[in-house]
């Protein structure tokens, strides 16, 4: 489909008033929500960032499908851009899922040091092994030690 100049120009005027409401609707939900505008006043973070987040998905769902002119091409070519860029978001999240758990995890593990394990990690968690304990294991290790030599 051709546009001619004055439609193109219509396009893109239209274009840019809706992606600046989009922008003011987003700027406005942040002063909003952060207490900027009215003071005390702040909404919480399970409604303002969902509502940004969608906004901003607009935003780029809006760009692609026009300036990008994703909307005149054919659905199978709209289909080969669109699958791997969701992919790629869909990665992205799960690798900050996979570092955030890792990241809550880091206190569970134990820490070895030179010395073997650190003292106050296995006493925080009261598996500090006894005396017995510890020297039965000597003697098994110096015994697997001796029959590997």
């Known amino acids: 489909m051709s546009l001619s100049y004055e439609e193109a120009k219509k396009v893109v005027f239209k274009g840019m008033i809706?992606?600046?409401?989009?922008?003011?609707?987003?700027?406005s939900i942040a002063l909003l929500g952060n207490g900027h505008m009215i003071p005390g006043?702040?909404?919480?973070?399970?409604?303002?960032?969902?509502?940004?987040?969608?906004?901003?998905?607009?935003?780029?769902y809006f760009i692609v499908y026009e300036f990008m002119h994703m909307r005149y091409e054919k659905r199978t070519l709209a289909i080969s851009v669109l699958v791997p860029t969701m992919l790629l978001i869909w990665?992205?999240?799960?690798f900050l899922q996979e570092g955030n758990d890792w990241n809550?995890?880091?206190q569970y593990i134990e820490l070895v040091s030179s010395e073997g394990y650190k003292k106050?990690?296995?006493?925080?968690?009261?598996?500090l092994p006894d005396a017995g304990t510890i020297k039965v294991e000597e003697a098994g290790a110096k015994?697997?030690?001796?029959?590997?030599h």
Request: aromatic share 8%; net charge neutral; glycine share 2%.
């Open 120 to 127: 106050e990690m296995l006493e925080k968690e009261n598996k």
């Open 91 to 94: 990665a992205i999240i799960a």
């Open 18 to 27: 809706i992606l600046g409401v989009v922008t003011l609707m987003e700027v």
């Open 143 to 148: 015994e697997n030690d001796a029959s590997s």
């Open 104 to 106: 809550n995890r880091r």
């Open 41 to 60: 006043f702040h909404l919480h973070k399970w409604i303002m960032y969902p509502a940004m987040i969608l906004l901003s998905m607009y935003k780029a």
